[in-house]
């Protein structure tokens, strides 16, 4: 049973993600303040989510900051609006007896532990920002934290379910095996959007931009990343074409000024 004294604060909240998850899920599988654990679930992923994002778009200015800021929640609750209907669907199925609201926060409790942990890796992603590190290793940097968080995430959404579901007779373990297939399903979908939603971290050559048009897809790009961080490359090359002599202040294109030579070269007007 759940204990006495249930899930009523945030501080509650975030204390039984990080240390008494068990807690947490017996809460859940017996109904005990639904809408509360969603609502903080919600607060967390837009505020921590928000913040790494944030951060690691600061690598380009203020502008791609709060575009990161913004983008990567969305990522988060777009993913789960396109992975969750089959899911809770298959799992009434198999013969899960968890309602539609029970679901979504084991889900939303679960992509919230994933946003405390990238907001916890957000010191090592501003330390290698500040430290001049170039824009291949903090692209992949921020990669690998954010897959390192998300199967962290899963993991205890899995456990949840096998540990506490399981034992109160409500959550079949077959389908625990269609749980694992969903997660890998949920994160093809994830890098799929985010591929859809960048630039991220954004490129200091380039004007901001909310969504680049890019070549290939996100495999190629990692790929081409690790090669250029091997080769020991700082940061894209600039697209060809005629460079501007007026400096840049990150994402602000200052536009060319007319000058004597130019006005030369130009028709005059009837």
């Not at 709060?66 to 969305?74: C, D, E, I, N």
């Not at 330390?127 to 992949?140: D, E």
Request: hydrophobic share 50%; proline share 6%.
């Amino acid at each position: 049973m759940a204990r006495d004294q249930p899930i009523t604060s945030y501080s509650d909240f975030l204390k039984a993600l990080l240390s008494d998850r068990e807690r947490f899920f017996e809460e859940v599988v017996e109904g005990v303040a639904l809408r509360s654990k969603l609502r903080y679930a919600v607060v967390t992923i837009i505020v921590l989510a928000g913040f790494f994002g944030l951060v690691a778009g600061a690598y380009s200015g203020p502008a791609q900051a709060v575009s990161a800021g913004v983008k990567l929640p969305f990522l988060f609750f777009a993913t789960f609006a396109v992975c969750f209907p089959a899911f809770f669907v298959v799992q009434v199925l198999v013969g899960s007896r968890l309602r539609l609201l029970q679901v979504a926060v084991l889900v939303f409790g679960a992509l919230a532990l994933t946003s405390v942990l990238l907001a916890a890796f957000v010191p090592i992603t501003a330390f290698f920002l500040i430290t001049g590190a170039n824009y291949y290793f903090q692209h992949l940097l921020n990669i690998a934290i954010a897959g390192v968080a998300g199967l962290f995430g899963m993991y205890a959404l899995h456990e949840g379910l096998s540990v506490v579901c399981e034992k109160r007779g409500v959550y079949p373990r077959k389908a625990l095996t269609i749980m694992r297939a969903w997660a890998l399903l949920f994160a093809f979908v994830g890098i799929q959007l985010a591929w859809s939603l960048r630039p991220f971290l954004g490129d200091r050559n380039q004007p901001f931009q909310v969504f680049g048009s890019y070549q290939g897809n996100f495999y190629a790009a990692i790929i081409y990343a690790v090669n250029k961080l091997m080769h020991g490359d700082e940061k894209p090359t600039p697209s060809p074409g005629r460079q501007d002599s007026i400096p840049r202040f990150r994402g602000f294109v200052i536009p060319p000024i007319d000058t004597v030579a130019d006005s030369s070269h130009r028709r005059k007007r009837p």
